[in-house]
């Protein structure tokens, strides 16, 4: 902690612990080969890209309900965050559907850690995601969901949506009050939130 002699300067967001943590132990992962877990991603992958497919298509369609859903999750409905997420949700789709393709998932995702939901490094160009302990337990679909958990990382790529799950003053935003305070104050930040745009793909609120 820097003294900033009585100045009070916002710090710069610090990066999430995931990146580092466990770095070593990642790459010992072995794929995943119990069936009733592979069975339990291979739906997750399906929810995930049929949810992005339907917001695909409200954000092509664009109504005024469409519009307002999208609002109340980023915090603003210009053309340029509507522009943001077409390309997000596309990439994200295109990820999906390749991993889906000849089971290629399962070269893709591995066993992670023992807290947490998921993590990615997010300058991996390869895309794999370490799925937590948290993930088993989680219902399919709906808020805080398996589905969701597979679009969050996704999104922290930084070849697919470079999101963070931090305020600007590197302060950990996570769950709906808190993310729905950040898309209130702040709606620049939640275009880039992880979780702001897990929701909106889950319609959790
Ligand atoms: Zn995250």
Redesign the pocket.
């Known amino acids: 902690m820097a003294s900033g002699g009585g100045v009070n300067i916002p710090q710069p967001p610090k990066p ?1 612990n995931h990146y580092w943590n466990d770095w070593w132990k990642d790459f010992s992962n072995d794929y995943f080969t119990d069936p009733g877990k592979l069975a339990t991603i291979k739906n997750a992958l399906q929810n995930a890209y049929n949810l992005l497919a339907i917001r695909l298509l409200e954000l092509q369609t664009w109504n005024p309900a469409h519009k307002a859903y999208f609002k109340r999750h980023f915090g603003r409905d210009d053309n340029a965050a509507k522009k943001i997420i077409e390309k997000r949700v596309k990439k994200e789709m295109s990820i999906i559907k390749r991993w889906l393709q000849n089971d290629n998932y399962k070269k893709q995702i591995f066993e992670g850690k023992k807290s947490g939901w998921a993590h990615v490094y997010k300058t991996d160009l390869g895309f794999d995601v370490f799925l937590d302990a948290k993930f088993w337990n989680s219902p399919q679909m709906g808020p805080d969901s398996q589905a969701g958990a597979i679009i ?2 996704l999104s ?1 790529f930084q070849n697919v949506g470079n999101t963070t ?1 931090f305020d600007k003053y590197g302060n950990k935003v996570y769950g709906i009050p808190r993310v729905r305070r950040l898309i209130s104050s702040d709606a620049n930040q939640a275009l880039r939130h ?1 979780d702001a745009f897990e929701y909106y793909i889950e319609g959790s609120f």
């Open positions: 999430p969050h990382e922290h799950d992880a």
